[in-house]
């Protein structure tokens, strides 16, 4: 699976988009970009996937660059228990898959 | 909403003992696995188990760990000989075969080996 660089921590202000931004760049044709959550030590929470189109669902938006090669999470009215690590991951997909988590992006969401 | 539950939600243990950690994944889902998470580290995949067999398991996963479907509900992890090493927060998750790229992830069981 090809690797991700996320930063380690962002500050958002409660009630703002929070902007995540994922750097992929040895990703190939065939690889997903997944983002799951975590927040504090409970199991972690898929978020969003894409291939190439941008998506939208009820939690966040993703926006995947052109090229493939990067892409952001958008939370677009952070709470504050939207507080969390945020890992983008890199994969194949399909059922029989495993997920490569990384140390993520600690999400700070303020009052 | 459909959840995957596990048990114990903690667990301590002597060194050396044998532990079995429980999953009940999401009931039509067909794809399970463990993953673990040792104190202030990264999450860690172990195995994934499709039609009653390991499909793919890490290399961590060694000849202590063993995974198992015994009915049509439960999943389970078992430990053989704990080592102090092996304390962490184990998730199982599931997934579905048509839910492409979705796992869902249990709370986690924490195994304290001491």
């Known amino acids: 699976d090809a690797k991700t660089t996320q930063p380690t921590s962002m500050d958002c202000a409660e009630g703002r988009a929070a902007n995540l931004p994922c750097n992929h760049s040895?990703?190939?044709?065939?690889?997903?970009v997944y983002w799951y959550r975590q927040i504090h030590s409970q199991g972690p929470q898929y978020i969003i996937h894409?291939?190439?189109n941008n998506e939208t669902n009820e939690m966040a938006s993703l926006i995947i660059t052109e090229d493939r090669k990067s892409s952001t999470l958008i939370l677009p009215h952070a709470t504050l228990r939207d507080t969390a690590v945020y890992y983008c991951?890199?994969?194949?997909?399909?059922?029989?898959?495993?997920?490569?988590f990384g140390k993520g992006t600690l999400l700070t969401v303020n009052p | 909403e459909p959840e995957v539950t596990q048990t114990p939600s903690h667990q301590v243990t002597q060194m050396g003992q044998e532990v079995i950690l429980r999953c009940v994944p999401i009931s039509n889902h067909l794809y399970f696995y463990w993953y673990r998470q040792i104190l202030g580290q990264k999450v860690e995949f172990l195995v994934s188990f499709y039609n009653n067999e390991i499909s793919e398991k890490s290399e961590i996963f060694d000849d202590q760990f063993s995974v198992e479907r015994p009915d049509g509900s439960n999943f389970t992890l078992k430990i053989r000989s704990t080592k102090l090493e092996d304390s962490a927060m184990y998730f199982c998750?599931?997934?579905?075969?048509?839910?492409?790229?979705?796992?869902?992830f249990g709370e986690g069981s924490r195994l304290t080996v001491l």
């Open positions: 040895t990703i190939s044709g065939n690889e997903y």
């Open positions: 998750a599931s997934s579905d075969r048509v839910l492409t790229g979705e796992l869902f």
């Open positions: 894409g291939l190439k």
């Open positions: 991951i890199v994969s194949l997909g399909g059922s029989n898959y495993k997920l490569t």
